[in-house]
């Protein structure tokens, strides 16, 4: 495996960066047509904004509709790239994702389904219907780091775990961000004209939400999650934190309500300060705020009993539960 070369993020020079990496893509392309898969969040974005300052037309941006998402993501982002001019079709493969995802339990057996799924189903579909040869999708230094150091598989590595795009897929991948860790990431971002709704986002899980249900993702234990989200995400969105999240645990607890037992769900919130993702602290929000929480959540989600609070930094802890 080559070595990657780290750019800091005191150390990048931006302008320079973007001009470098959009005339790279511009000649591994040439004439033909590259596609790319738009998430929102800021590595995605980042490299939508170098692949079309590059290609213009000639890249095909999709939002993968997968059914795992935040409430209302595809349209909000589409609608924010449509005002940079960056044309964003949305596919909807809910159907997809949730057949592939049935029965599975295990986290990594969860994050190969998804992989299959996207890059050789979904994907595969795409790059026949648009004669692409080349897939731009923004692996960071990090993603490497824990894949290759058995932590996590990031659903987006594969040079580093012995697989040929090429081979396995049908297309060459590109991967302009491979140097920088989030904070750089979050520079260029903002220098190639993304709003800061875009550059300074949290970081969002490649499995998305299927990384915040522990056991099996249904549709119904994914609608769980995501309404908790939009609650934490809503509360939280005053604190200066790297990343929160909601988990629904596989196990059941017992609570009680109008007097009587209810077998019902947990939820887990985790908040983390963190600088690029390698160590993280738990932010320590006020007990009035937890409470809130707690309240909001017990209330407004469905069969929710009990709602925690994780205490615990990374190392040993990892961001995500799963």
């Known amino acids: 495996m080559a070595q990657v070369k780290e750019i800091t993020a005191s150390?990048?020079?931006?302008?320079?960066?973007?001009?470098?990496?959009?005339?790279?893509?511009?000649?591994?392309?040439?004439?033909?047509?590259?596609?790319?898969?738009?998430?929102?969040?800021?590595?995605?974005?980042?490299?939508?904004m170098l692949a079309h300052k590059a290609l213009g037309e000639r890249l095909k941006t999709y939002f993968i509709d997968n059914g795992i998402m935040r409430e209302g993501e595809p349209q909000q982002i589409v609608s924010i790239f449509q005002k940079l001019g960056v044309?964003?079709?949305?596919?909807?493969?809910?159907d997809e994702f949730f057949n592939a995802l049935k029965g599975i339990?295990?986290?990594?057996e969860k994050r190969e389904a998804i992989t299959q799924t996207f890059y050789k189903k979904v994907f595969g579909k795409l790059v026949k219907q648009s004669n692409a040869k080349y897939l731009l999708q923004g692996t960071i230094l990090t993603d490497i780091d824990e894949t290759v150091a058995g932590i996590k598989r990031q659903h987006n590595v594969f040079e580093q775990l012995g697989i040929d795009p090429q081979e396995a897929f049908g297309?060459?991948?590109?991967?302009?961000?491979?140097?920088?860790?989030?904070?750089?990431?979050?520079?260029?971002?903002?220098?190639?004209?993304?709003?800061?709704?875009?550059?300074?986002?949290?970081?969002?899980?490649?499995?998305?939400?299927?990384?915040?249900?522990i056991?099996?993702?249904?549709?119904?234990?994914?609608?769980?999650?995501r309404k908790a989200t939009t609650i934490l995400e809503k509360e939280l969105s005053g604190v200066k934190a790297f990343q929160y999240?909601?988990?629904?645990?596989?196990?059941?607890?017992?609570?009680?309500?109008?007097?009587?037992?209810?077998?019902?769900?947990?939820?887990?919130?985790?908040?983390?300060?963190?600088?690029?993702?390698?160590?993280?602290?738990?932010?320590?929000?006020?007990?009035?705020?937890?409470?809130?929480?707690?309240?909001?959540?017990v209330t407004e989600v469905p069969g929710v009993v009990s709602v925690t609070y994780n205490i615990t930094p990374k190392p040993p802890s990892t961001m995500e539960a799963v």
């Open 87 to 94: 044309t964003v079709q949305i596919v909807d493969a809910q």
């Open 245 to 297: 999240m909601a988990i629904l645990h596989k196990n059941r607890v017992t609570g009680m309500r109008d007097n009587k037992r209810e077998f019902g769900q947990q939820i887990e919130i985790r908040c983390w300060d963190s600088i690029d993702a390698r160590k993280a602290s738990p932010t320590q929000l006020s007990f009035a705020m937890l409470d809130k929480l707690a309240a909001r959540i």
């Open 215 to 225: 056991g099996e993702a249904t549709r119904e234990r994914i609608a769980l999650v």
């Open 11 to 48: 150390s990048l020079d931006t302008k320079e960066f973007i001009k470098e990496k959009a005339a790279e893509i511009s000649q591994i392309v040439g004439n033909g047509v590259a596609i790319n898969a738009l998430s929102g969040g800021v590595d995605s974005s980042a490299v939508t």
């Open 171 to 213: 297309y060459k991948i590109l991967e302009p961000l491979v140097q920088l860790r989030k904070d750089g990431v979050r520079k260029v971002a903002e220098a190639t004209g993304l709003p800061v709704s875009i550059y300074n986002r949290m970081p969002f899980p490649g499995p998305a939400l299927s990384a915040r249900v």
């Open 105 to 108: 339990e295990d986290p990594e």
